[in-house]
């Protein structure tokens, strides 16, 4: 299963607002630098740049992330795509879309998502069909729970 990761980042400048530059919430707190958007997709462990997008630096995050896994999609030509990325990705719509698609996501859910004592419950049902593989002091297989 191929795996394509997403992350959205900022660049700041001094130049004056334009089109690309536009003054807005800077998390790096310099509300006084105009600022693009770069949203770049990676391949493989190694990290290799596969789409990049330049935008506005007011746009928002989860809406940069449909049209990067168009692009992808269209690159790649394959189903059963994974796709990484922070919570923006994570979003319903985002969500909804790729499941519809065929893919797969991976996004940490927020605390809207999935409250703490479900997050709690889900983690504990998993960890009964994890397999660890070797045990390291035994040098024997261990399946279940943590030991």
């Given at each position: 299963m191929a795996r394509a990761k997403y992350d959205a980042t900022i660049a700041q400048s001094?130049?004056?607002p334009s089109d690309l530059f536009s003054?807005?919430?800077?998390?790096h707190r310099r509300k006084?630098?105009?600022?693009?958007?770069?949203?770049?997709?990676?391949?493989?462990s190694?990290?290799?740049?596969l789409c990049v997008e330049v935008?506005?630096?007011?746009?928002?995050d989860d809406v940069l992330y449909l049209p990067?896994?168009?692009r992808v999609e269209k690159t790649l030509d394959s189903q059963g795509l994974l796709f990484v990325g922070d919570t923006k990705l994570g979003s319903w719509g985002n969500r909804c879309t790729i499941a519809q698609k065929g893919h797969y996501y991976l996004?940490?859910?927020?605390?809207?998502?999935?409250?703490f004592s479900h997050l709690q419950d889900l983690v504990k049902s998993a960890q009964e069909f994890i397999y660890f593989g070797?045990?390291?002091?035994?040098?024997?297989?261990?399946?279940?729970?943590?030991?």
């Open positions: 001094f130049k004056d003054m807005g919430y800077a998390k006084d630098l105009a600022q693009l958007k770069i949203m770049l997709s990676t391949i493989g190694f990290g290799m740049p935008c506005n630096g007011a746009a928002s990067m896994i168009a996004p940490p859910l927020s605390c809207v998502q999935v409250s070797e045990h390291y002091s035994t040098n024997r297989r261990v399946h279940g729970r943590f030991k």
